[in-house]
Every structure is written in structure tokens, then in C-alpha cells.
């Protein structure tokens, strides 16, 4: 729970110091539980967001704007017309709730001076965003309607009296003593159960905080819990908050994905090595990179997937395929049987007769006897004529499915080179670039959109790397940079790296006419193994040559190139510690 009441109150601190008397200039919503409002303040534009989606709920301050619906939905609509040119006169928290509430002045239709009150109520899943008139107490609209049907106790419908979410009756955090503390504990031995239970306010890693406070950090030490420490600590982190001096900090896993972040740092992670800890100035910054990061992350991972499935489904079927090719070569092989049949039937009419089934003639080549199966409905020289027809269909064939063949091999290739860069995919846009390598190569149906289509460019960022000598290693993230990168960007003096038959990105070494190291050579050799399909491996084989020995084939796939006196290195997958960004 990133957004428990302690961020909310700081959250609501940071806004008020940001956007009172601000007046709102633009409104949007980006997504269905999204809202984006620009706000002209002295200090310049803000851009506000909120959420209201289960996994992402909260409101902060964000430096990016967002893709925008070309037709506004319904909700943002009203917003327009009843919040348009508004000015802010208030931002508030309710009690010590996760609810922030934004109190405006603006005009009505009428001319007259109305408010109004944009409402966020920041709980998971039952998250939501209102406005209500503070003159009826009345719901004008939210960006979730909840029906009777949904919820007997608690309905949020345009008209609706506004109602509190129900209380917990619990302490809230900013007025609890050291007696309260004391109070609600039963268990010496684990603290956080009766202090998340108590307290109004709290999530339950800054409970195990609070708890670990009131053991001065070290349960395993064997003291008893001090409700005047845990009180201590949470008075400290409220005044934090009040005078503007917290720590917002969001914590990554081994892999760097974001995992929480708050404004005060927590136990759980902060005694955990195995967790790294970004620190950041505002609650706003810390917001938008967790919730930015951890999104990013799950979005790449489903697009990927969706990609994968497609490509695996694709090479499937072209592996079927070539089994098929493969069975109808073995087939044809046997084409020069039917040749010896029908050369030895024709020299030996005289020895079938009518209604035979099968006739043995000796081989004029080798001596040998031959059977040779017959058709009675034919006569002799019939039969002769149809093996050498079939001799025909057979060499035409193996002719025809050799190509066919080498095509689909060529297919196959290419579909794991593009299944190799979706699995490693680390950003939305890297996705984006294959599915588009995938539209335009017909595996994938083109999606009408105003902002992608066929004919948009997109500039050609590879990944970047500097080598202890100087030299910049340039690495393809997909199909059609590695062409931009062996074709355009590298010129032919430049070193050409790719892995041996293993799908990966095409790695040049721009050398700008100097004479690269071998230790140059196999550091940009680890690093073209690193970014291949062979990047979990070791003593991956690579291959080297110059760009004026690399060739593309008329009407080859994207990424499908052929090259000469290539030189071979064996190494193990790594990246040099510079990398540009």
C-alpha cells in the first residue's frame, strides 16, 4: 500500500505549497480511471494526476505529459464545464484518511460564484474520483459509478448525497500518544498487528517500522517493545511531514523493479541488502518513478508476451512446414528409380506380357536383376511412359522444394531473430518497433491509429557503449535498426560483430579509421553476445568482419544479411561498465 495516509498527508502538504491559487487551464483523462489537470500557478505550469486504478491509485505532481483520447470521455467532459478556469482555494485531507479533497471557486453558466470540490479517494481497488458541489453536499459526476447493486451501503451516482467512506474507528496518526500505544498492544512479541490494527492511517510495512522503532531497531535483541519509542518515531515522521523535511525514497528489488516507496524510510527494505533504496527531493518525484517504472515494466511484459505468442505461433507453423518440405524431398529423391524403370521397361517390351503385375529384366548398367511393378491396365509402353512422367514431376519437384526449402529456412531464422529481441525487450517502445516490424512484414494485421501509422519514422536509437579505449560500440535493439546500423550508420572500415547461426543484434565497432585493440575486439565481441539469445550462455562463438564484407540479399528479411572473411571469437556474455544512454 505505497499510498497509505502518512504519503497522503505529505502528498496534500507538497500540493498545497505547489497549487493554492492556482487556476486550472486544461483537463484531460488519458485513461479511463486517469485524470491530467494543467494548472497556471506563479511558479509556472503544473501538471496534476490522479488515478484511480487498483494497482495504481494516487495523486502527485508529474513533469510528463501523456497521450491524450482524441474524443474526451463523459466524466472529463463535465469536469470542463463545471471546473473550467477554476481557481484552487484549498487542499485538505480528510482526518488522517487517504482521501484528498481540492476545494475550487469558479462561475456558473449564470455568472454567479459557485464551489466545487474535486475529491480523490486514494484505496486500491475501491479508489475513485468525484466532484461534488460543497453547496448541496451533492455528487455532480465520478469517474467510477457505483450502483446499488455494487454496494448497498455506500452509492456514488451523479445527484447522491456524498458520504464518507465508513470509519474504522480507529486513532488517527497524527493524534496518537504514547499512551494510546500502550494501550492497544497484546503481543510484546509482534507489535505491527496492534499498531496497523489501532492506528488510523498506516500501511503495514510502516506499521513493522513503527514496531521495529519501538525496539530501537533490533527485535532479535531480546528487549521489550517501548511504546515511547514507536510514539516518538511517529511523532517525528508527522513533523517531518509539517515542516517539510521528509526523505522519500522507492525501493527496488534485485532486478530494479519498483516494489514501494514512501516518505519516511521502512525497516522491512532498509535491513533487507537485498533491496536497493532511491531517494528522491518530493513525494511527487518519488511517486511518478515508482508507479512510472513499475507500470512501464508490467506493460513491456505484456506486450512482449502478446508479441511472442504471435511469433511462436508464426514459427510453428513454418516448422511444420519445412517437415512437410522435408518428407516431400525424401520422396522426390527416389526420382531416378522411376528413370531406371522406364529405361529398362522400354528396352524389354518383348518380355511383359498382357495383364503382368511386375516384370524382372536385367540392368544394362550394372548387371543386376530389376523387378519392376506394372499396372495390367496399361500396356507396356504405357507403363514406361508413366515412370518417366513421374521421373519428371519428381525432378521438378525436388527442384522447387529445395527453394521453397531455403525460403521457409530464411523465415524461420528471421522469426527467431524478432522472438529473440521480444524477449528482451526492456521498454515500450522497444515493442512497439517489432510489432511494427511485424505489421510490415504481414505477421501481424495493421491497427488504424492517428498517432502510428506505415509511413511514421521512427529515429533509430541503438544502444550505446563506450570501450576503456575510446572506441563506441552501437548495438541494434530490433531487426530494422540492425540494418540502419550495418547498411547506413557504419561505414566500410568499420568491424561488423554478430553470434554464430544464434539469433542476437548486429554490434558494430565504429573504429573512425584507427586500429582497434584485440582487447577492443573481444570486449565488442562479449558485448554482441550479451545481446543475443545466447546471453545466458558461455564461450558463445561470434563472428567478426568488416561492414564492406557484409552483404543484404535482394528481397531478404529485415535483419537477414550474408558476410566473408569473417574471423570467429569464443567468449563470454558482458557488458563494458560505460554505457551511453
Known amino acids: 500500500m505505497s499510498f497509505d495516509g502518512v504519503v497522503t498527508m505529505a502528498a ?73 478556469a477554476a481557481r484552487i482555494q484549498d487542499i485538505r485531507q480528510h482526518e488522517n484518511d487517504r482521501i484528498i479533497e481540492i476545494l475550487m471557486e469558479t462561475v456558473d453558466e449564470m455568472g454567479f460564484s459557485v464551489n466545487r470540490m474535486l475529491t480523490a479517494e486514494i484505496m486500491g481497488k475501491h479508489s475513485n474520483i468525484l466532484l461534488i458541489d460543497t453547496g448541496t453536499g451533492r455528487i455532480i459526476d465520478s469517474i467510477k459509478h457505483i450502483s446499488i447493486d455494487v454496494n448497498r451501503a455506500r452509492q456514488i451516482l451523479p445527484g447522491k448525497q456524498y458520504e464518507y467512506p465508513p470509519q474504522q474507528h480507529k486513532i488517527p496518526f497524527s493524534e496518537v500518544t504514547c499512551e494510546d500505544i500502550s494501550s492497544m498492544i497484546t503481543n510484546d512479541f509482534q507489535p505491527e498487528r496492534d499498531l496497523l490494527s489501532g492506528i488510523q492511517g498506516i500501511s503495514p510495512v510502516f506499521a513493522q517500522t513503527l514496531a521495529s522503532a519501538g525496539f530501537a531497531g533490533d527485535q532479535r535483541s531480546g528487549a521489550s517493545f517501548s511504546p515511547e519509542l514507536a510514539a516518538e518515531k511517529l511523532r517525528s515522521v508527522v513533523s517531518g511531514i509539517r515542516e517539510n523535511s521528509i526523505s522519500p525514497a522507492v525501493y527496488l528489488d534485485s532486478s530494479g523493479k519498483p516494489v514501494d516507496f514512501h516518505i519516511t524510510p521502512l525497516s522491512v527494505y532498509e535491513d533487507d541488502p537485498s533491496y536497493q533504496t532511491m531517494r528522491f527531493s518530493t513525494i511527487s518525484e518519488a511517486a511518478e518513478y515508482f508507479f512510472r517504472h513499475r507500470e512501464s515494466s508490467n506493460t513491456v511484459k505484456q506486450k512482449s508476451n502478446d508479441l511472442q505468442r504471435v511469433i511462436r505461433t508464426a514459427l510453428d507453423r513454418q516448422k511444420l512446414k519445412m517437415q512437410k518440405l522435408a518428407e516431400d524431398l525424401r520422396k522426390a529423391e527416389k526420382a531416378d528409380r522411376h528413370r531406371l524403370y522406364g529405361e529398362l521397361l522400354t528396352a524389354n517390351l518383348h518380355a511383359v506380357k498382357p495383364g503382368d503385375t511386375e516384370v524382372t529384366v536385367t540392368s544394362y548398367y550394372d548387371g543386376s536383376q530389376v523387378k ?128 554464430r547461426n544464434i539469433p542476437g543484434s548486429h554490434v558494430i565497432l565504429l573504429t573512425e579509421g584507427k586500429e582497434p585493440s584485440e582487447e577492443d575486439l573481444i570486449l565488442t565481441a562479449r558485448i554482441a553476445a550479451y545481446h543475443s539469445k545466447a546471453s545466458g550462455s558461455a564461450n558463445v562463438p561470434v563472428d567478426c568482419t568488416k561492414v564492406r564484407h557484409v552483404k543484404k540479399p535482394a528481397g531478404a528479411k529485415p535483419g537477414m544479411v550474408i558476410f566473408t572473411h569473417e574471423k570467429t571469437y569464443y567468449v563470454d556474455p558482458v557488458l563494458p561498465v560505460s554505457r551511453k544512454e
Open 12 to 84: 496534500v502538504e507538497e500540493l498545497r505549497r505547489e497549487l493554492l491559487l492556482g487556476k486550472i487551464e486544461k483537463i484531460y483523462q488519458p485513461q479511463a480511471e486517469q485524470l491530467m489537470i494543467s494548472i497556471h500557478t506563479k511558479a509556472g505550469r503544473r501538471r496534476l494526476f490522479f488515478s484511480a486504478a487498483g494497482n495504481h491509485s494516487g495523486v502527485y505532481l508529474v513533469g510528463q505529459s501523456t497521450e491524450n483520447p482524441v474524443v474526451p470521455p463523459v466524466f472529463c467532459m463535465v469536469l470542463r464545464k463545471h471546473l473550467g
Open 372 to 499: 519392376i511393378p506394372l499396372d495390367p491396365r496399361f500396356s507396356p509402353s504405357r507403363n514406361a511412359q508413366r515412370y518417366f512422367k513421374n521421373y519428371a514431376k519428381a525432378k521438378t519437384a525436388l527442384r522447387e522444394k529445395t527453394v521453397q526449402q531455403e525460403e521457409t529456412q530464411q523465415e524461420i531464422d528471421w522469426l527467431e531473430s524478432v522472438l529473440a529481441f521480444a524477449q528482451s525487450a526492456s521498454t515500450v517502445e522497444e515493442t512497439e518497433l517489432i510489432r511494427q516490424e511485424l505489421v510490415d512484414c504481414g505477421l501481424i494485421r495493421y491497427r488504424k491509429s492517428k498517432k502510428d501509422h506505415p509511413g511514421r519514422k521512427t529515429r533509430p536509437t541503438p544502444y550505446s557503449y563506450t570501450l576503456p579505449s575510446g572506441f563506441t560500440v552501437l548495438a541494434g535493439r530490433n531487426n530494422r535498426e540492425n540494418d540502419w546500423l550495418t547498411l547506413k550508420r557504419a561505414s566500410g572500415s568499420d568491424l561488423w560483430f554478430h553470434t
